[in-house]
């Protein structure tokens, strides 16, 4: 049967694994169950989602591989067979699982929705853009029914909440890069405030107004059960198209429900940062570090912000907390060249040789080009 040689190629990796596992054992003389004598499958899944929801992905994919082989026909069970495989980097393998589930059950939000971030990480944007889209309008639907019951098409069943592994981390996948600046593709972020960024923050809006064509009429308000990752990867391709209102309108959405989301709020600062208006994004900057103080590329986006803005100590002094001396030094130096502040890179540059002058060969590159004038125009 097709349709199951498809399930288990795409989880061969771990299937392999576990009989490399179970060989170990036998050969330490420990006893070893006879794996053609089928297990209690309720036991079986039991086993599998408790240690899915407690983020044992090794033991939940174990257990998983084995419910699969008694009962095949699981959207929920491919679902999160691809969502472990995403999360070991298993990309190839996480999408033929996302198919899988999608063949059992086409509008399953969750394989839809994790499917949809892979062919973005991907560059298939306008093909990840048409399935974000109507995960969208699904959802949108589902709130309107909230307020109107009597007009109810949809309800949350079979929509995974936010606070799952699954959405949770979904806001961690995305990664996009420009201008030096990195933003959160994707979707899975403590210093004092500056004086200059006391602005007002964008996470009470209840309801925002769509610019584009594609969306006529107000944005509701997002509830617990709204696929957060989904508008938050909506985001992002809209900033990737310049259309950076629509973007920090979604973005603002997410915000609503979680006004902490350090990535969303780097993605926020990082839009603003795109259309030219400096002040805000090192407020959303500041926001995301403040969330979540390990995040490294917020902190790595606040720094480039400085040495943008000429405040190259306070970029060294930010840089430093998430990057070593030599990588701090040649991301100053690089932004500056692209600034034309050609004496200023060639400091920092030479700093970097300095600090690591036998493997540090991309400093070295980059001074030639600042040697060369190359920050200059030439």
């Known amino acids: 049967m097709k349709f199951k040689a498809q399930i288990f190629r795409s989880v061969a990796v771990a299937v392999m694994s576990a009989q490399l596992l179970l060989v170990g054992c036998a050969s330490t003389g420990k006893t070893v169950g006879n794996l053609s004598e089928p ?3 309720e036991q079986l899944r039991l086993r599998a989602d408790t240690a899915y929801e ?3 992905y090794n033991l939940a994919l174990k257990h998983y591989i084995k419910v699969l082989a ?3 026909e699981s ?3 491919l679902y999160r067979v691809g969502f472990i495989q995403e999360q070991k980097e298993s990309f190839r393998e996480a999408e033929q699982a996302y198919s899988d589930a999608l063949e059992l059950q086409p509008e399953y939000i969750p394989a839809r929705l994790g499917k949809a971030l892979i062919m973005l990480r991907k560059g298939q944007v306008h093909r990840a853009f048409s399935d974000l889209e109507a995960i969208r309008e699904q959802d949108q639907e589902r709130l309107a029914a909230k307020l109107f019951p009597a007009n109810e098409k949809n309800s949350p069943e079979g929509v995974e909440s936010k606070k799952t592994p ?3 981390s979904s ?3 995305l990664e996009k890069g420009g201008a030096g600046l990195r933003q959160y593709n994707a979707a899975e972020t403590s210093d004092a405030d500056s004086a200059e960024t006391a602005v007002v923050p964008h996470a009470d809006i209840q309801k925002v107004k769509i610019r584009g064509a594609e969306q006529d009429g107000p944005l509701l308000a997002l509830d617990e059960h709204s696929p957060l990752a989904c508008y938050s990867a909506l985001g992002i391709i809209f900033d990737l198209w310049d259309r950076y209102g629509e973007a920090r309108d979604h973005y603002s959405l997410v915000l609503v429900v979680n006004r902490d989301d350090a990535k969303t709020l780097n993605n926020m600062g990082y839009s603003h940062y795109l259309e030219g208006d400096l ?4 407020h959303y900057f500041q926001r995301s570090v403040r969330a979540k103080p390990e995040f490294k590329r917020a902190w790595s986006n606040l720094a480039l912000l400085y040495a943008r803005l000429g405040k190259h100590q306070q970029a060294e002094r930010t840089l430093r907390r998430v990057a070593d001396t030599p990588d701090a030094m040649n991301d100053i130096g690089y932004f500056a060249l692209l600034q034309g ?8 540059l030479q700093r970097a040789i300095d600090s690591s002058p036998t493997y540090f060969g991309l400093a070295q590159d980059n001074l030639r080009y600042a040697q060369q004038g190359w920050g200059d125009g030439n």
Do not use: C, F
């Open 39 to 41: 297990e209690d499958s």
């Open 54 to 56: 407690a983020g044992n």
């Open 70 to 72: 008694q009962a095949p």
């Open 75 to 77: 959207a929920e069970v």
């Open 166 to 168: 699954a959405y949770r």
């Open 171 to 173: 806001l961690n996948r």
């Open 279 to 282: 002040i805000l994004a090192e």
């Open 341 to 348: 502040q050609t004496d200023v890179a060639k400091r920092y």
